[in-house]
């Protein structure tokens, strides 16, 4: 082997490994499986095929098409070629049946090709089309293969003007496979994560009590970009003095320890509210002292709130805070403003500290909303530019019903929120005196 032979062995190796780089580069970028994927076939395309296409096995084992990449993009039809397949046939007869059976890789020559044009079942046919729409002389089929589970294949291929594809590709094949096999798998591992602790948060928060012609309507929404439970909560029930309590809160960290925090914490403040008919700021202490002797490590936000009915028909709320963002008051005409008093330290600081707590009139038909500091909070900006945002949105759907009202504040301030929200409303009647 001469020193011209040896650089070309050399840059090939180099070529290739470049190309693994690249693509584990692609698939660890994103934990959405069908970007990295397509991400992935844009690389391969043109540098080791002229096109590429991924099929992943869907829950109920059928077969569909995420990505299909041409180094021609006007070959595609419009939309593309993507979508469901038919079934993936009990007895494997295709290359792409056989290798989401497990088989592989696969190399089609121009004479394999010519050897399989008899369709024997609907999958083997769309994959015949493909491969004669694209213009394919010879091909290579991989299964998608992760934790001994087979979730998809990789197929790409070259056309007559370029040098075929051979054997020595089928390695490098084979590891561009293994490892989009693994980023699927790890986004699938995410996702079910994500639906575990979502579904753990929401088992953790209380169904809102019947208030007669209060209102109450809550809503919790988990970060859009974390698989973790988080500590945002919500919590109502009816005093027997006949109060309705709002509160709402917040402990600090995203994990397991501040989901439970949290549920303990609240059965904690249900307990004290119920047996100490006392304000606002005398339960938020005594629940300090209980969270201080308990967690004494950890620290959160709380706002404990007290609707009641005046003989005349109008309405209060006493409130304490623990260091929570303030409750906002929109009025059934639109008018917006935050509620400022009772604001003390934080949950877990000082627990001998005096809580002050505050009384505000309500007008009818206005709306009390509660909320974490995830609605409003943005990163690059001011703490008051998402308040006055909040305000904002709030004014506009203060005549809405309060479902709708909950909904699309969270559609459009919390779309992409990188914390948990949490929000708890309250709509007044119109304020007929009693009886």
């Known amino acids: 082997m001469d020193d011209f032979e040896v650089d070309d062995v050399v840059q090939r190796a ?83 049946a056989r290798s989401l059976a497990g088989a592989g890789p696969l190399l089609l020559t121009s004479a394999d090709l010519a050897a399989v044009q008899q369709a024997t079942d609907p999958l083997h046919t769309r994959q015949l089309e493909l491969f004669d729409q694209l213009g394919t002389h010879t091909a290579v089929v991989a299964p998608l293969r992760a934790r001994r589970q087979v979730l998809g294949a990789l197929t790409m291929g070259r056309s007559a003007d370029r040098a075929p594809l051979t054997s020595d590709d089928l390695a490098l094949v084979e590891d561009l496979a293994h490892r989009m096999a693994l980023a699927v798998d790890n986004a699938r591992l995410y996702r079910e994560t994500q639906h575990i602790a979502e579904r753990l948060q929401r088992s953790l928060l209380p169904a809102l009590p019947e208030t007669g012609p209060l209102q109450l309507t809550a809503r919790y929404s988990p970060a859009a970009t974390t698989a973790e439970v988080g500590g945002d909560w919500y919590d109502s029930f009816t005093l027997p003095t006949g109060h309705t309590t709002m509160i709402i809160g917040d402990v600090t960290g995203h994990d397991l320890r501040a989901a439970i925090t949290m549920s303990q914490l609240r059965n904690m403040l249900r307990g004290i509210g119920c047996d100490r008919h006392e304000p606002p700021g005398n339960i938020l202490r005594r629940l300090d002292l209980a969270h201080h002797n308990l967690y004494p490590h950890a620290t959160a936000t709380c706002l404990y709130g007290m609707l009641g009915e005046r003989d005349d028909g109008t309405w209060t709320l006493e409130f304490s805070s623990a260091g929570h963002p303030p409750p ?82 969270l559609t459009g301030l919390a779309s992409d929120h990188a914390d948990d929200v949490a929000v708890l409303a309250a709509r007044l009647p119109t304020g007929q005196p009693r009886r």
């Open 14 to 96: 180099l070529d290739r490994l470049t190309l693994l780089a690249e693509a584990t580069t692609a698939l660890s970028s994103t934990l959405d499986s069908h970007k990295g994927l397509s991400r992935v076939c844009r690389i391969l395309v043109p540098q080791l095929a002229d096109w590429a296409a991924v099929d992943l096995l869907e829950d109920d084992g059928r077969p569909r098409r995420v990505s299909v990449v041409h180094h021609d993009p006007a070959v595609l039809p419009v939309g593309g070629l993507t979508g469901l397949l038919p079934p993936v046939p009990e007895v494997p007869v295709g290359p792409l």
């Open 328 to 409: 906002l008051l929109i009025t059934h005409d639109g008018d917006t403003r935050y509620l400022t008093g009772g604001h003390g330290l934080l949950l877990g600081v000082d627990p001998d500290h005096p809580r002050p707590y505050a009384t505000e009139s309500l007008p009818a038909r206005s709306t009390v909303l509660l909320y974490t500091d995830g609605l409003i909070e943005r990163r690059g900006e001011g703490l008051d530019a998402g308040m006055t945002r909040l305000r904002q949105h709030a004014a506009a759907l203060a005549r809405e019903s309060l479902d709708t009202f909950c909904d699309e504040l």
